[in-house]
Nanobody, 113 residues
Framework: VQLAESGGGLVQPGGSLRLSCAASGFTFSNDVMAWYRQAPGKERELVAA????????NYADSVKGRFTISSDSAKNTLYLQMSSLKPEDTAVYYCNAIGRGAWGQGTQVTVSS
């Protein structure tokens, strides 16, 4: 199982970014996939999750209405569309296949003017 995140960067407050997570070594059509983030000095927290088969989603209160999690099963890729970004969204973002015990290297998102 391998997960590779990409799409992070530096963005101004109010801006948008789309993160991608390419999964390999398994087909995630029946998985629950999630995005987590970890800011400096803080614990890793769940940002959003999606049940690939049914499409049900769940979001942290802090990102509801601003972030959208989605997936493309044909590409075995998970996405996180982030809008109206705030400085407190600054963190390393990781994707995870729940229960498979693997993490990617993460992608840095920095929201700053």
């Amino acid at each position: 199982v391998q997960l590779a995140e990409s799409g992070g960067g530096l963005v101004q407050p109010g801006g948008s970014l789309r993160l991608s997570c390419a999964a390999s070594g398994f087909t995630f059509s029946n998985d629950v996939m999630a995005w987590y983030r970890q800011a400096p000095g803080k614990e890793r927290e769940l940002v959003a999750a999606i049940a690939i088969a049914g499409g049900n989603t769940n979001y942290a209160d802090s990102v509801k209405g601003r972030f959208t999690i989605s997936s493309d099963s044909a590409k075995n890729t998970l996405y996180l569309q982030m809008s109206s970004l705030k400085p407190e969204d600054t963190a390393v973002y990781y994707c995870n296949a729940i229960g498979r015990g693997a993490w990617g290297q993460g992608t840095q998102v920095t929201v700053s003017s």
